[in-house]
């Protein structure tokens, strides 16, 4: 069976910091994924997806990158972190093709101080 | 106006009681996800429709392609069906990335 991990589950940074989180997905091959963050009293919100190594596509120009250097791994960065960058990161996958079926990490917890 | 509205925004009800969530959205989709969101802020898929009706033990979700809308039930509620409540619809573009609503917090009291 497939699974999904993030890590860290929570985080606390200072303004100006690095950040780095991580994902990975087991079981599968060649999935799509996704980066996604929630901010306090808002929706999901489309960060970044990719279809393959190295292909990444950003949905909303901010601070942040992500890369994908192995098959079943997504990264999301920043060189220096926001206030605004606050808030609940979650990734998810897909089978290849099927992008409306999406499974949910169990996220991480940024509060940027 | 978002892409993807529900309603409402907030919910309390009684252990025991039906309740009825709605959601409509205004892109044209070829899929619609209804999502549990637990106050830890793990989600989990509830259903993926994209005609007709799907029942999966207490909850129940259907779709109108038609009218752009879809509902979920939960009958006989329980206070560990507490949770927000998020519909997603399938956007446009070949990659087709889901469009959420911004959910619905219910609270069942016991």
């Known amino acids: 069976s497939q699974t999904i991990h993030q890590w860290p589950a929570t985080l606390v940074q200072p303004v100006g910091s690095p950040l780095s989180l991580e994902c990975t997905v087991e079981g599968t091959s060649n999935p799509n994924l996704y980066w996604y963050r929630q901010a306090a009293g808002r929706g999901l919100q489309l960060l970044f997806y990719s279809v393959g190594i190295g292909q990444i596509s950003s949905e909303v120009p901010q601070n942040l990158s992500a890369s994908r250097p192995q098959d079943r791994q997504f990264i999301l960065s920043s060189k220096k972190l926001l206030l605004s960058d606050s808030g609940f990161y979650l990734c998810?996958?897909?089978?290849?093709?099927?992008?409306?079926?999406?499974?949910f990490g169990p996220g991480t917890r940024l509060t940027v101080t | 106006k978002n892409e993807v509205e529900q309603s409402p925004q907030n919910l309390t009800a009684q252990e025991g009681e039906f309740i009825t969530i709605n959601c409509s959205y205004s892109?044209?989709?070829?899929?619609l996800h209804w999502l549990q969101q637990h106050p830890g802020g793990g989600i989990v898929s509830l259903f993926m429709?994209?005609?007709g009706k799907k029942k999966h033990g207490r909850l129940i979700a259907t779709i109108n392609i038609q009218e752009k809308h879809s509902s979920l039930h939960i009958t006989a509620s329980h206070p560990r069906d507490s949770a927000v409540y998020i519909c997603?619809?399938?956007?446009?573009?070949?990659?087709?990335?889901?469009?959420f609503g911004k959910g619905t917090k219910l609270s069942v009291k016991p």
């Open positions: 998810a996958w897909s089978v290849f093709g099927r992008t409306y079926e999406q499974y």
């Open positions: 429709l994209s005609s």
């Open positions: 892109v044209g989709i070829s899929a």
């Open positions: 997603a619809a399938k956007g446009g573009g070949s990659q087709g990335n889901l469009i």
